[in-house]
């Protein structure tokens, strides 16, 4: 085989591989009693908020969860009420873009189901960011993550420069290497109800 050839093949390897712990994790991960979900978001939320990244960032984006994803309502209301900013995320065609959100603002339902800040709410520039909470799936301690497929925050990552950027998963989606591919961005920090680690 040639390099091409073989690089064709680990590539191929690797994007299965991929989609096979994505279907595990789901998978593991809903079937997750809700009070176990809660009670696991709540000790992510506290190392989240112990962390002095997150206590230097005038302006935190978070997701909107859904299902038996980490619960970041708790993080969004204590970021409010600690004074900071708080942004979501709102699919526009490939990318996300990101727009203020406050305690009384209506979400939407967007792209995939996910709740969505409305499209007149006031728009934030990845650069305004200091610290930004990412999905995962998966994730491994170099800050590799498996997401849902899309690609939105490994074209969103390296828009926000100057964000600490903090995969949350519950401890068990913790594993040992992420079957990275070329395109996949590591965040800085990775966040369980177990344990903060700083990429590798």
């Known amino acids: 085989m040639t390099t091409d050839e073989t690089e064709h093949a680990e590539s191929l390897l ?10 595990r994790m789901r998978s593991v991960r809903e079937a997750l009693p809700g009070v176990a979900c809660d009670a696991r978001s709540s000790e992510i939320t506290r190392r989240l908020f112990a962390l002095v990244e997150f206590e230097r960032a005038s302006t935190v984006l978070a997701f909107a969860s859904i299902r038996n994803e980490v619960r970041t309502q708790p993080f969004m209301q204590a970021a409010w009420a600690a004074g900071k900013r708080v942004a979501l995320p709102r699919v526009v065609g490939d990318e996300l873009r990101l727009y203020l959100v406050g305690p009384e603002t209506v979400l939407l339902d967007g792209a995939f ?26 994730v491994d301690p170099r800050g590799y993550r498996i997401g849902y497929g899309g ?22 989606q913790l594993i040992a290497e992420v079957p990275n591919l070329s395109f996949d961005v590591a965040v800085d920090l990775v966040v369980t109800d177990e344990c903060v680690l700083r990429a590798e």
Do not use: M
Request: net charge positive.
């Open 113 to 138: 189901s996910v709740p969505e800040p409305p499209e007149a709410a006031a728009q934030v520039e990845p650069n305004d960011v200091g610290f930004a909470l990412v999905p995962a799936l998966a």
């Open 14 to 23: 690797r994007r299965r591989a991929k989609q096979a712990l994505r279907d």
């Open 151 to 172: 690609g939105y925050y490994d074209r969103l990552i390296p828009r926000l420069r100057t964000a600490c950027t903090c995969a949350v998963a519950y401890h068990f």
